[in-house]
């Protein structure tokens, strides 16, 4: 019975379908999260309804070539009970046999199709080729599967199973896809990094890949284990498609099982599951970011054959880990992070994406908001991680990115501004390369494109708020104040204790001669970031240009006894002075700015905080110095 029954694809019974192929269980079309295991002993209890499965039988099925205790099975029967709904006193499905084993009693039909009321143009998705060698007999194929996996499985489950349109004509009007957060069914939340990382990836093949919109998986991190319906987070993030799935990872293998689904319908596209090593990851990414392009009819998009790529399995670990403290953006954490990439340098010399996220670190440890470094120092050891990651990888835009970034700041106008070009085109959906792009845009007074491309950034990462924050600093900067403020006010509506914006709101409040909310806002933001010497600087300006001299002086003390024991950025200093009227002292600091190559005179040009002091003749030669002028 069991060979026959193996020739079958779907299993129905009662509101159930278990597909046998795709390795899932499905309740009216949704599916039901069981670990691979689970889903084994329910596989061999079904392929044997009606009759006694001994607990050995079932032992050796599901854990074959391992011991496990009897409660192992017994673990997995109350799992499978609780999830198809069965209590004590009914036993609607698995009956216990005392002494014996169990028994699948209820009515089971089978199939290699789906049914009729859903054969309209459907086309059943092929079965992934196994990753043991294939077997003479079925059952023992299953077996031999379910064996190559023991111990080592991450299960990316977050699939359906049946297309809706016949292969190889794609999907018409799919112009923007999302890669909802992969779930982590591993049991242990430690393992969370990870599966944030296999989201990372394959969001970064499929934008590379597709010539559609990829929202950027920060926007879509969003909905991690919400109970919002698909089509409303498609709404909210403009989207035609869907991608999800979930994780669950034992040693270094992998079980990946992913669904493309229709946002406005709900519908399920296309549906696999990918048993694979670690290694391997890489290689599955480009196969998904395939087979989604087969079915959204962009098939000569995805750079045709493309050799295999093996990953340390330690390197792309500790890379997951880095990328989950530099998303922080905190001097601290981007510390952390700076240790885990050197550890995935450490075990695998050649991983480019591991020095491209380093060479992201050392940028934002010279930004104005984290200033923990020299910024001439760590734009050096930017450069030079980005550099060893293009030898590595010539086509890696985020490593493209990073470089034109620190060239931008080194005020190397031109080879910033190909730089940007170069990794957009290579990645039309990387949302930092437009973001970053619009900074190189703005410093040099062309505000219509950098506008242009903050708003391709935003559409790329809607729910960023760093890049709505700096929609408005570039109104701003463009002196377009209250159009700024208003963008400040809407991403506070929403993120009412992000610093970022609200140190931006006091900065336009304070362009604007609205000084008492300026110091309102400058306070709190002070209060909620452990007193940032940047916001310090601000408020130091905003005191001295509301004539409360004596409480500029207290921050411009504050700031020079900071200066003798850490980094802080000259341009602290040197908006303390501007607010209190002393040009030549606010040329000094600016001075040590040029010296340092502080990230803020890049902004010489445009930025309002400067009108003051315009008029001076020290100040046209440092716009000729930084090649503004």
């Known amino acids: 019975m069991a060979n026959t029954l193996e020739t079958n694809r779907f299993f129905e019974f009662g509101p159930y379908r278990l597909d046998r192929h795709a390795l899932v269980l499905l309740r009216d079309g949704a599916i039901v999260p069981l670990t691979p295991k689970v889903f084994d002993t329910l596989m061999v209890l079904v392929e044997h309804r009606g009759s006694v499965v001994s607990k050995d039988e079932l032992l050796h099925s599901v854990w074959p070539d391992s011991f496990v205790e009897e409660s192992n099975l017994s673990q997995n029967i109350s799992v499978l009970r609780k999830a198809l709904g069965q209590s004590g006193d009914q036993l609607t499905y698995i009956e216990t046999a005392p002494k014996r084993g169990y028994r699948f009693v209820a009515e089971v039909k089978v199939s290699l199709v789906l049914p009729n009321s859903l054969k309209t143009d459907v086309a059943i998705a092929p079965a992934e080729p196994p990753l043991a060698a294939v077997q ?29 349109h016949h292969r190889g004509t794609g999907v018409a009007g799919v112009n923007s896809i999302a890669v909802l957060p992969l779930k982590n069914l591993s049991g242990s939340p430690q393992q969370d990094y990870f599966a944030d990382g ?19 998986r920060t926007s879509a991190a969003r909905y991690r284990d919400t109970d919002k319906p698909l089509p409303v987070i498609a709404r909210e993030l403009n989207v035609d498609a869907v991608l ?7 040693g270094n293998r992998l079980r990946v099982t992913a669904q493309l689904i229709q946002a406005r319908s709900d519908r399920h596209l296309w549906a696999e599951t990918y048993d694979r090593d670690l290694v391997d990851v890489m290689t599955l990414q480009i196969e998904i970011a395939r087979a989604v392009a087969h079915e959204i009819g962009a098939e000569g998009m995805t750079g045709g054959q493309r050799r295999r790529v093996v990953v340390n399995p330690d390197a792309f670990e500790a890379y997951f880990r880095a990328q989950y403290y530099l998303d922080q953006r905190t001097g601290p954490e981007i ?18 994406p591991a020095y491209s996220g ?11 908001m984290i200033g923990d470094r020299l910024p001439a120092e760590t734009r050096k050891l930017a450069i030079a ?3 060893r990651a293009l030898e590595i990888d010539p086509e890696l835009a985020q490593a493209h990115a990073a470089v034109a970034y620190s060239n931008l700041y080194n005020w190397n106008w031109d080879r910033a501004e190909k730089g940007f070009e170069r990794a957009v085109a290579l990645n039309p959906n990387y949302a930092p390369g437009h973001l970053w792009f619009s900074h190189y845009l703005a410093a040099r007074g062309q505000f219509d494109r950098a506008l242009q491309e903050v708003r391709l950034a935003s559409d790329l990462d809607p729910l960023s708020p760093i890049i709505q924050t700096q929609i408005g600093w570039i109104l701003v900067y463009a002196h377009r104040i209250p159009e700024g403020v208003a963008q400040y006010r809407k991403v506070l509506e929403q993120n009412s204790e992000y610093q970022w914006a609200q140190w931006q709101l006091g900065i336009g409040l304070m362009f604007l001669h609205d000084d008492d909310a300026a110091i309102q806002i400058f306070q709190k933001a002070i209060r909620d970031g452990d007193r940032n010497p940047s916001i310090l600087g601000t408020l130091g300006m905003a005191y001295g240009l509301a004539g409360r001299r004596n409480e500029a002086q207290d921050i411009l003390n504050e700031l020079l006894a900071l200066s003798r024991t850490r980094y802080i950025s000259p341009h602290s200093i040197l908006h303390v002075y501007i607010g209190l009227g002393d040009r030549d002292k606010a040329f000094e600091w600016m001075d040590k700015s040029y010296q340092e190559r502080t990230n803020g005179m890049a902004w010489l040009a445009v930025w309002p905080g400067f009108d003051s002091i315009r008029d001076d003749p020290r100040f046209d030669m440092y716009l000729r110095k930084i090649g503004l002028k």
């Open 136 to 164: 003479t007999q079925p059952t023992s194929h299953f077996r031999r599967r379910a064996a190559a996996v023991v111990g080592t499985t991450v299960f990316l489950c977050a699939m359906g199973f049946w297309y809706y």
């Open 198 to 216: 296999i989201t990372e990836l394959l969001t970064a093949e499929l934008s590379k890949a597709l010539p559609v919109r990829v929202i950027s």
């Open 244 to 250: 999800e799935g979930s994780v669950i990872r034992s």
């Open 335 to 352: 510390s952390k992070a700076i240790s885990w990439y050197e550890k995935a340098i450490e075990s695998d010399p050649a991983y480019a």
């Open 358 to 368: 380093l060479a992201d670190c050392y940028n934002q440890l010279g930004t104005v």
């Open 385 to 387: 991680a980005a550099s």
